[in-house]
């Protein structure tokens, strides 16, 4: 029995032809991605009918969808987690461990705290810390243990880590601006 056809709702993993699984090859995926927009690209079907033009249309979209999907670990790990009947439901499904909501609160206060740059960056370090082991263990609770439940709590987390991540970028990029913002002011008081 031969293997089914690549259609526009075959998974991300089909798509690109990988195993369905959370550690991939970014290069890998890269590769893929411009192998089939080469293939599917819209201008390669500009002197065809409308609706094949429309069918590559809609075969990019698709395409770059997955890619982005595959690129990104934490959309990966909740995707695959969907996949394996373990949805995210971060909208519904807000329970943490107690020891993840401590930490939240303690991270919050510090960048509440934070008055420069390298106090800010220090956090930032300490978050990415953070993210980096719960990616590592949704990598060992969907390829190893094959737990999509246990996983998709780790992505929870993994979803407040992102958000927290933009609001200390944020917070840098306001620090920045003032201390360029001094520093113009100063030169042009010289």
Not at 30 to 40: H, I, P
Not at 76 to 81: G, K, P, V
Request: glycine residues 2%; aromatic residues 8%.
């Amino acid at each position: 029995m031969g293997e089914r056809p690549i259609t526009l709702a075959s998974s991300d993993f089909q798509l690109f032809g990988l195993e369905q699984r959370f550690a991939q090859d970014d290069t890998a995926i890269d590769a893929r991605w411009k192998e089939l927009q080469r293939e599917a690209h819209p201008d390669r079907f500009a002197v065809q009918a409308s609706s094949a033009q429309r069918l590559a249309m809609q075969w990019s979209v698709r395409i770059n969808e997955a890619y982005r999907r595959l690129k990104d670990p934490v959309r990966r790990a909740t995707y695959l987690c969907e996949l394996l009947d373990a949805p995210i439901n971060a909208e519904t499904n807000t329970a943490m461990p107690a020891e993840f909501l401590m930490q939240q609160m303690a991270w919050r206060e510090t960048l509440d705290a934070a008055h420069s740059v390298a106090e800010l960056a220090q956090l930032q370090t300490q978050v990415q810390q953070s993210r980096d082991a719960l990616l590592q263990r949704c990598a060992e609770f969907l390829d190893l243990y094959k737990d999509p439940g246990q996983a998709a709590a780790q992505v929870r987390s993994l979803m407040f880590i992102e958000r927290f991540c933009a609001d200390i970028e944020a917070r840098l990029e306001s620090l920045e601006s003032a201390s360029g913002a001094l520093a113009g002011a100063d030169a042009a008081y010289r």
